[in-house]
Each structure stands twice: as C-alpha cells, then as structure tokens.
C-alpha cells in the first residue's frame, strides 16, 4: 500500500509538493498516477508518470503541476504552484501495473490513505 504525504492548507497562489512512497514496492518499475478527490464528487485524475519518465497531466492542471519520481528514494512527488480553491481535495497515489498509459481511475491500485489539500484564502 503507498503512503502520501505532505498536504496541508495553503492560499491561492502558493505552492505545495506531495509524496508518495511505497514500503516494500519498487515504484521505479511501474507507472504512477496522482488522483484527487474532492467532498461529493469523484476521484479524477490529476497527473501519472511512467517507469520510463513520460508524464501525463490533466488539462486542469497543465503548467501548474509537475509530476517526478526518486528512484533512489523510492518515491514520486508531485509540485503544485499557483494553487487555486478547486484544486482543493484529497490526493492519492496509485500504481498503473499494465500501463495502461491513461489516467482512468479503474486502471490503477495500491492506494493510500491519500493526504489533504486544502486552498482557501
């Protein structure tokens, strides 16, 4: 199961980096998506690295957000700037084993707890 880290309250406009790390799973072998949820709605897509580097992004959130992996450290982060109040919910960490190449939520386990990110002035 992966562990993400690092949410907490910022205002719009600033900056964020999560976590995400897996305790007994080598996270370079696979594709990693970050998800997100927000109170009512359904977890979406945000962002997913393969094991090779390739990034994919949501349109909500191109040029804002950046995607990366640690290899050495067994973790994938993900760098939100320009935070906004919609950005705002509980992002999770998952692993695409098929690489399916998408951000479909169903192709995609080994979730966390998630970690809270809450934008508001």
């Known amino acids: 199961q992966f562990v993400e880290s690092g949410g907490g309250w910022v205002q719009p406009g600033g900056s964020l980096r999560v976590s995400c790390a897996a305790p007994g799973f080598r996270l370079e072998y696979y594709a990693i998506g970050w998800f997100r949820q927000a109170p009512g709605k359904e977890r979406e897509g945000v962002s997913r690295i393969s094991s090779g580097g390739n990034t994919l992004y949501a349109d909500s959130v191109k040029g804002r957000f950046t995607i990366s992996r640690d290899n050495a450290k067994n973790t994938v982060y993900l760098q939100m700037n320009n935070l906004q109040p919609e950005d705002t919910g509980r992002y999770f960490c998952?692993?695409?084993?098929?690489?399916?190449?998408?951000?479909?939520?169903?192709?995609?386990?080994?979730w966390g707890q998630g970690t809270q990110l809450t934008v508001s002035s």
């Open positions: 998952g692993a695409d084993r098929l690489d399916y190449g998408k951000l479909n939520l169903y192709e995609y386990d080994y």
